[in-house]
């Protein structure tokens, strides 16, 4: 069983999101939070295995937690859940360790294969705004020698395929722009990820904005 924190100020937002927990029946609610404040207390008393965490709420924001929850022992893996109004929030948010971002509206079943995910360990990287994010990360291009010699194994093949995530195309666009089926394009994508280290599309793409591709 999963346990699940929800945070969120709006009671209604709270409402909404235990209805989609209780849709599995492999996930828990283990309580809930209004505030920054209270959601940390309630990680401590209540060790929850997964937080959906919101950005915005009064007395401490969700960045605040993530803050204060880096070295703690007891921190559980964080959801950020947001309107995505502020792209640079969300990319301070995945700095400070959040395990990944949801859109509130989220469909059910990504809600519930998110939490799934973060417990897992993996990142959760919501379809629907991976690509604003990766262009938020990418809004200020510089050159970096590291970067720079970790794409330099990359293929020519494989540098047309980054630069088009770059661009936060998706598998499927990749696939119509350069006349790949989309398994193909799923193996040149995890052979960047292999080749510069990461295992997410923001990630790979700060990378790749960091060697100036």
Same mark, same amino acid.
Request: glycine content about 8%; proline content about 5%; overall charge negative.
């Given at each position: 069983?999963?346990? $699940?924190?929800?945070?969120?100020?709006?009671?209604?937002?709270?409402?909404?999101?235990?209805?989609?927990?209780?849709?599995?029946?492999?996930?828990?609610?283990?309580?809930?939070?209004?505030?920054g404040?209270?959601a940390?207390?309630?990680?401590?008393?209540?060790?929850?295995?997964?937080?959906?965490l919101? $950005?915005?709420m009064?007395?401490?924001?969700?960045?605040?937690?993530?803050?204060? @929850?880096?070295?703690?022992?007891? +921190?559980?893996?964080?959801?950020?859940?947001?309107?995505?109004?502020?792209?640079?929030?969300? @990319?301070?948010?995945?700095?400070?360790?959040?395990r990944?971002?949801l859109?509130?509206d989220?469909?059910?079943?990504?809600?519930?294969?998110?939490?799934? +995910?973060?417990?897992?360990?993996?990142?959760?990287?919501?379809?629907s $705004?991976?690509?604003?994010?990766?262009?938020?990360a990418?809004?200020?291009?510089?050159?970096?020698?590291?970067?720079v010699?970790?794409?330099?194994?990359?293929?020519?093949?494989?540098?047309?395929?980054?630069?088009?995530l770059?661009?936060?195309?998706?598998?499927?666009e990749?696939?119509?722009?350069?006349?790949?089926?989309? +398994?193909?394009?799923?193996?040149?994508?995890?052979?960047?990820?292999?080749k510069v280290? %990461?295992?997410?599309? %923001?990630s790979?793409?700060? %990378?790749?904005?960091? +060697?100036?591709?």
């Open positions: 069983m999963i346990t $699940v924190l929800v945070v969120d100020d709006d009671p209604l937002v709270r409402t909404g999101l235990r209805m989609i927990l209780g849709l599995d029946v492999d996930l828990a609610l283990a309580g809930e939070a209004a505030d404040e209270e940390l207390a309630r990680i401590g008393e209540l060790r929850p295995d997964v937080v959906l919101d $950005v915005r009064p007395e401490l924001d969700g960045l605040g937690v993530l803050q204060r @929850l880096q070295g703690r022992a007891d +921190a559980p893996a964080v959801v950020v859940l947001t309107t995505f109004d502020t792209d640079d929030y969300v @990319l301070r948010a995945l700095a400070a360790g959040a990944g971002f859109l509130k989220a469909d059910p079943t990504e809600m519930i294969a998110a939490v799934k +995910a973060a417990h897992r360990g993996e990142p959760v990287l919501s379809p $705004v991976t690509a604003t994010v990766i262009r938020a990418t809004a200020a291009p510089t050159t970096d020698p590291t970067a010699a970790m794409v330099a194994d990359l293929t020519d093949r494989e540098r047309e395929v980054a630069r088009l770059l661009a936060g195309r998706t598998n499927a990749i696939g119509g722009r350069l006349a790949m089926s989309l +398994a193909t394009v799923k193996a040149h994508v995890t052979r960047i990820f292999t280290g %990461v295992d997410n599309r %923001v790979a793409a700060m %990378v790749l904005r960091d +060697a100036g591709l």
